[in-house]
């Protein structure tokens, strides 16, 4: 299971859309099709019901939980790195020869 898939599957509940979710990632539609169909194979199960309209079954409603979860983990995670790199977070130690 990789980021992208579950950024992916977010991104098309929140917009409701396959299409919707393609431009607002700057993908195609088959692009987030076939992403979704992967992470569906490899959890082995429906997330998303395709009747008209998108809606979530159980699984999928645990996997966007979850995955929002992740995400935002991956988030914070990213924002951690970019402050230590800065060196606004981290630790300066300074020596003082005696007198």
């Given at each position: 299971m990789d980021i992208r898939s579950l950024?992916?599957?977010t991104?098309?509940?929140r917009h409701g859309s396959f299409t919707?979710?393609?431009k607002a990632l700057g993908v195609t539609q088959s692009t987030i099709s076939k992403m979704i169909r992967q992470l569906e194979d490899e959890v082995g199960e429906v997330l998303l019901l395709r009747d008209g309209s998108l809606r979530?079954?159980?699984t999928g409603?645990?996997?966007l939980e979850r995955?929002?979860?992740v995400l935002k983990a991956m988030e914070r995670l990213q924002m951690e790195?970019?402050?230590t790199?800065?060196?606004s977070r981290g630790s300066l130690a300074l020596g003082m020869p005696p007198m």
């Open positions: 950024r992916y599957f991104e098309t509940v919707e979710a393609a979530l079954t159980d409603k645990v996997m995955g929002r979860d790195i970019r402050e790199q800065s060196v």
